[in-house]
């Protein structure tokens, strides 16, 4: 299972770093994504990241402002934001999955406990 920290609460404009940990090797893994949930919403992708080519995805609403990566040394996935906006704000998590969109799977998949972000203004 994966393992979301790193949130906490910034003001407008501030940035934070999350990270996914797991048990096993990130290189051995197809795909990273990281989601976020805002109350009274379904989870939506934010970015996702193939560990073993470092290619990326990202959705619209945080092109430029997020930056995902992998750090072999630690073994996480980690999200660094930036610009971080109001809207933002929301219960963020990782997945082993492949793709930015929702759907059926997430009523079955065993999610973490994920980690807060809280922007204020």
């Known amino acids: 299972q994966l393992r979301e920290y790193g949130g906490g609460s910034v003001q407008d404009g501030g940035s934070l770093r999350l990270s996914c940990s797991a048990a096993?090797?990130?290189?051995?893994?197809?795909?990273i994504t990281w989601f976020r949930q805002f109350p009274g919403k379904e989870r939506e992708g934010v970015a996702l990241i193939n560990p073993g080519t470092s290619s990326t995805l990202y959705h619209d609403s945080v092109k430029g402002r997020f930056t995902i990566s992998q750090d072999r040394a630690r073994n996480t996935v980690d999200l660094q934001m930036n610009s971080l906006k109001p809207e933002d704000t929301g219960m963020y998590y990782c997945?082993?999955?492949?793709?930015?969109?929702?759907?059926?799977?997430?009523?079955?998949?065993?999610w973490g406990q994920g980690t807060q972000v809280t922007v204020y203004s």
């Open positions: 997945a082993a999955v492949c793709g930015l969109n929702g759907g059926s799977w997430m009523d079955t998949y065993s």
């Open positions: 096993t090797y990130f290189d051995s893994w197809t795909c």
